[in-house]
């Protein structure tokens, strides 16, 4: 296991100096302070509360303010709603004609009322939809999700992270290691990473390739890799992504680079694909071994929020070194500060990582200045269909 680590190790926060912050927020910071405070002293009024509620034209507002904040609270609770659903494979049931309570009650072996309570509250959520008194579909929601196997996978492994999400101030002073997801992605944590089994890797890679669907064709319709000729996948797991890059241009090669135990894994399916013939694997630890050269394409899928800001520096280090003259930098993951995801992003991703106890969802500006220092001179973000689950930065030395 690795020596103790401060939670906000990977932040390279320095000693907090008194009004040093104030300094750097700049000129606008004092205009800006004070019209937040004027507006938090209202908003905590409650007989401001009272009249915005009452004012036609601040009604609504005041309504959608009182929602969302209740959805705050109740946010847990609807997770558990989704959960049952999917431990009880409610959205298979549901996915065909519209099904009785009763007959419902049976397959899940629940009592009537348990049965009624879990599918009103999923309808409520739009999972479910009542077709009738004891008559029920899927709703909108499941049914966008049962066309999401990716989705489905992996909120299925969320129960780890709620474990680790028990006591969050615990998890924030680093009291409560080693967590589920600490156990789960074996190497975030790992002393000597080269030496997982695959009693450590197995499960976590089984997850990265059943979860490529949500993204392997948005990164691949936002940047054309039929322009290149080898593809280094590093952190490529099961070598999914580069069999998906690989259907996209036929005159493309390509190499998968993981631990060794993942890359075991990752000759598997990439012979039984019959793509032996254009696809090798090398297994290797990238925190202490050169990258392979002889690719003019390299990309990091989900790779770089997993890790701290050092280890992000050597590995950028190393792939500027694998890539030849004229060579390109693909790099794909969820960013923090993703206009409309800022929630999922800094919230979601940044206390999931927290629990994984290694990596933080940076900003696009933040992952570009580390891409300079690198040695990129040029990197330029591209357009995803879904920002949400993946955004794209191209880089290039
Ligand atoms: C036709 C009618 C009636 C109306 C039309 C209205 C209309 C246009 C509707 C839109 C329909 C539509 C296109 C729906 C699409 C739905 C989709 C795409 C749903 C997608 C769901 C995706 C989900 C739930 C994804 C969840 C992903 C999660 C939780 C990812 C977690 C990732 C983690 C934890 C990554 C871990 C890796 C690590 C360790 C950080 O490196
Ligand atoms: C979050 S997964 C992403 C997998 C794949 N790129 C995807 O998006 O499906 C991270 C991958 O990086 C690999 N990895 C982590 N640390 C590594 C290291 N030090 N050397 C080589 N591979 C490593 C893991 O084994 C895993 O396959």
């Known amino acids: 296991m690795a020596a103790e680590r401060s939670p906000t190790d990977s932040t390279s926060d320095s000693d907090p100096k008194t009004g040093l912050a104030r300094l ?15 507006r938090n002293r209202l908003l905590a009024d409650a007989r401001f509360h009272r009249f915005a509620a009452d004012f ?24 558990q709603v989704l959960l049952a659903c999917l431990k009880l494979e409610v959205f298979e049931a549901l996915s065909g004609p519209a099904q009785e309570t009763a007959e419902l009650a049976r397959r899940f072996d629940l009592s009537m009322s348990a049965t009624r309570r879990l599918l009103e509250a999923a309808a409520a959520l739009r999972l479910t939809q009542k077709m009738g008194p004891d008559l029920w579909s899927l709703g909108d929601l499941g049914a966008a999700l049962m066309g999401n196997p990716g989705g489905l996978a992996m909120i299925a492994h969320h129960p780890m992270l709620y474990t680790d999400l028990a006591d969050p101030v615990a998890l924030l002073k680093g009291e409560s290691r080693p967590t589920e997801l600490e156990r789960f992605w074996a190497y975030a944590t790992a002393d000597d990473r080269g030496d997982l089994n695959t009693s450590a890797t197995d499960a976590y890679t089984r997850l990265m390739a059943d979860s490529q669907s949500l993204i392997a064709d948005d990164i691949l319709d936002a940047y054309p890799v039929g322009q290149h000729h080898r593809l280094l996948d590093v952190g490529g797991g099961e070598g999914v992504f580069l069999s998906a890059a690989l259907g996209r241009a036929g005159g493309l090669k390509g190499t998968v680079f993981d631990l060794p135990s993942v890359v075991a894994r990752a000759a598997e399916r990439l012979d039984g694909a019959g793509l032996g013939s254009r696809a090798e694997t090398v297994g290797g630890d990238f925190t202490a071994d050169a990258l392979p050269s002889g690719h003019d394409l390299i990309s990091l899928v989900r790779i770089v929020h997993d890790h701290d800001d050092d280890v992000v520096a050597g590995l950028l280090a190393r792939v500027r070194a694998a890539l030849p003259e004229g060579g390109t930098l693909l790099l794909a993951e969820p960013m923090a500060g993703t206009p409309g995801a800022e929630a999922m992003g800094a919230a979601y991703f940044g206390f999931y990582l927290m629990a994984m106890g290694s990596g933080r969802p940076r900003t696009e500006g933040e992952l570009t200045a580390m891409l300079r220092r690198a040695g990129f001179a040029t990197v330029t973000p591209l357009k995803t269909r879904r920002p949400l689950l993946t955004s794209v930065l191209v880089a290039r030395p």
């Open 24 to 38: 750097k927020a700049g000129p606008g910071f004092l205009f800006g302070e004070r019209w937040v405070r004027l």
């Open 56 to 79: 036609p034209l601040t009604a609504w507002l005041a309504r959608k303010r009182s929602r969302e904040v209740f959805d705050l609270a109740a946010g847990f609770v609807y997770s």
